[in-house]
């Protein structure tokens, strides 16, 4: 038997996923979470600043596969023959000539603008503007690719904020690297930033990349963005590369301190959500719903489409899901974020008040404050669903953290709207819980005003397996099924897939799908009833949300 590893990089925890490569089935699983994350350092939530040191992806990604090791034993570990990589994304770092990111140099341990831009990171908003505003007028638009608006989540964008905030780091990178890259240059003892093997995924849906014009934007656009990015380009790439792909071999070092040998290959990188649609064994115009802090919503569809541009998406790119297919991108910037704000919300008096308790002992304070803390959630479910649909005339906007699609618009904020003195805890909760699902809702309704068909849904991550409620209302309001993967780890799951790929134990990806997929272990069917009243809200929503952003963007130009 050959044996395969995925690796899950996610916002809090890698997840490290060994599976038999001829039939996908689970050898091992561990999750490991990044300890400077989980004390929230180098991270400012009111600026919308988010930050991640490589040491947290290090130490958890050693810790993770030395004890999935250790549950499938030694003989499972001989036989492990390739690494599969996916990460958050768009997630870029400034790296030296080596490709060594700049927080693990001397002088910069502690800079936050020399750590891993997280994903959810919005301090580029203004960069981003300025982007969309040069796209629009240069005699080629970079972004039409990408769904005509460039986001302050993205590459770019990320990358012009900290070169105009950050003097030292500007003058010290040598070149800008996505996660998704860099964990396998690193796992293959990589020492050259110019040889680095670049995602088709990243590249094509967060850096502007395509091949019409010979890759990414020229040096004379990004000089006209802004001098400090001059002569960056030529310190970047040309060629992209599907997962598929080998980046390489362990290094001798990776291979001991992993416990595996130096013939193991490593793949190419990729996005998580992308990864997942594939380990969840995504079909064409099936829209693959990945729903963790945010949703990242993945279709495929055969290349002809390419000429047939979605508006407000995070763009269409030739191979960036499946080899040989187009893949498109949508999401939204918070689903589970949202719910996990409001139960911190609530649990604010119980960190406040128990922890300074002086009736009981620091361990029993301890252990009540985590007790409360985890049944928020599960006892909020049980009464909201009690709650008539439309929340008890409660409407709220998923915008907590922005709104990713469609249309990029990092600017607008969170609303709960129809409070009153009645209005408790559960209503609210099911009120943000519906905002999330017509939220996810407008970007299949997007894909079908743009002649992109949806013929089904398929969920994956943590909130599609683990809470039932979530996905009736979900089917509800899109008035349609929707399949929930086996596997609680698609993500890793489809990097295992590439890895049997890139290391001979699969032919192709088809192949990889079909032999070592999971399958579906659940299906949520709307109620008709249900559906009706769903649409009439769904209205008031939009309705909503059009007059909530006119108010926000006209607060923008008049007070720039």
Known sequence: MNAVIGLDFGTDSVRALIVDSETGRELGSQVEYYPRWQKGLYCNASKNQWRQHPLDYMESMEAAVKAVIKQAGPEIAR??????????????????????????????????NAMFIL?????????????????????????????GIYSSEWFWAKILRICREDEAVRKASWSWVEHCDWIPHLLTGGRDATLIKRSRCAAGHKALWHPSWGGLPPQSFLTALDPVLGGLRDRLFTETHTSDEAVGHLSGEWATRLGLRTDVVVAVGAFDAHMGAVGGQIEPYHLSKVMGTSTCDILVAPNEENEMLVKGIC????????PGMLGLEAGQSAFGDIYAWFRAVLAYPIHEIIGSSGLLD????????RESFDRIIPELTKAAQKVPIGSGGILSLDWMNGRRTP??????????????LGSDAPSI????????????RLIVDRFRAEGIPIKGLIGLGGVAKKSPFIMQ????????????????QTCALGAAMFAAVAAGAQPDLASAMRNMGSGFDAEYLPVPEHARLYEKYYREYCSLAGHMESHVMNEIHQNP
């Open 473 to 488: 209302v979900m089917a509800d309001v899109m008035n349609m099924p929707i399949k929930i993967a086996a596997s609680e």
């Open 362 to 369: 620091e361990t029993t304070r301890g252990k009540l404050i």
């Open 429 to 440: 909760f099911r009120s943000l819980v519906e905002s999330t699902c017509y939220g996810a």
């Open 119 to 147: 994903w959810k990171d919005h301090t580029a908003v203004q960069e981003a503007a300025a982007i969309n505003r040069l796209c629009s007028d240069w005699e080629t638009d970079y972004t039409k690719f990408e769904g």
């Open 315 to 322: 763009g269409q790119v030739d191979g960036s899901v499946i």
């Open 407 to 420: 249309d990029a618009n990092q600017y607008l904020k969170g609303v709960i709207s129809g409070l009153n």
């Open 79 to 112: 036989s492990i023959v390739g690494v599969g990589v996916d990460t958050t994304g768009s997630t870029p770092v400034a790296v030296d000539p080596e490709g060594t990111p700049l927080s693990l140099l001397p002088g910069f341990e502690d800079n936050p």
